[in-house]
T-cell receptor, first 114, second 114 residues
Framework: DGGITQSPKYLFRKEGQNVTLSCEQN?????MYWYRQDPGQGLRLIYY???????QKGDIAEGYSVSREKKESFPLTVTSAQKNPTAFYLC?????????????FGPGTRLTVL | AQSVTQLGSHVSVSEGALVLLRCNYS??????LFWYVQYPNQGLQLLLK??????LVKGINGFEAEFKKSETSFHLTKPSAHMSDAAEYFC????????????FGTGTKLQVIP
């Protein structure tokens, strides 16, 4: 079955540590996205990538970094510079052909900083 | 710049009653509009979308939405609520060209009372 996988589902981190969230898709999509979800704030865009080896900052990129070395993979690193990293993180992908195309979402990773 | 406003962070309806979730958008160019549903601790799933053509759009699970340009609205409706409709609903907007960016509203949690 085609889809998006995120791992792990739950992640605990100590303050001052970097942590990497995995996102893999087998939908052959060019565009991939990372969102952060906090209660009452909806989804806020962290980074997005339209093609391999290229990515752009979203609205809240500070304290995060990404890479896009393969079409299928778009890992997100939450660095120690991110002041309030506890949140639910969602990865999504879509065909880069048209803005009308649907975004497909992974099941999410819940990150808690202890 | 584009934005989406969802009126009412929480909506309660009785089982069998009409569901109406409100979404207004702001866009300087013709928008593409989406409704997504999210069940607890899961990713988002597309309910329906408006791109061009017919302004009344039918989606999955009996939901529909009407694009009203004069009111800059894209409200989501369902004639008869079911217990399984309890979830959080997000309205989103994108537009042709640009960076494939999708802007989400803050979400509306729907409670269905038996």
């Amino acid at each position: 079955d085609g889809g998006i996988t995120q791992s792990p589902k739950y992640l605990f981190r100590k303050e001052g540590q970097n942590v990497t969230l995995s996102c893999e898709q087998n939908l052959n999509h060019d565009a991939m996205y990372w969102y952060r979800q906090d209660p009452g704030q909806g989804l806020r865009l962290i980074y997005y990538s339209q093609i391999v080896n290229d990515f752009q900052k979203g609205d809240i990129a500070e304290g995060y970094s990404v890479s896009r070395e393969k079409k299928e993979s778009f890992p997100l690193t939450v660095t120690s510079a991110q002041k309030n990293p506890t949140a639910f993180y969602l990865c999504a992908s879509k065909s880069a052909g048209e803005s009308t195309d649907t975004q497909y979402f992974g099941p999410g990773t819940r990150l808690t900083v202890l | 710049a584009q934005s989406v406003t969802q009126l009412g962070s929480h909506v309660s309806v009785s089982e069998g009653a009409l569901v109406l979730l409100r979404c207004n958008y702001s866009s300087s160019v013709p928008p593409y509009l989406f409704w997504y549903v999210q069940y607890p601790n899961q990713g988002l799933q597309l309910l329906l979308k408006y791109t061009t053509g017919a302004t009344l759009v039918k989606g999955i699970n009996g939901f529909e939405a009407e694009f009203k340009k004069s009111e800059t609205s894209f409200h989501l409706t369902k004639p008869s609520a079911h217990m399984s409709d309890a979830a959080e609903y997000f309205c989103a907007v994108s537009y042709s060209g640009g960076y494939q960016k999708v802007t989400f509203g803050t979400g509306t949690k729907l409670q269905v009372i038996p």
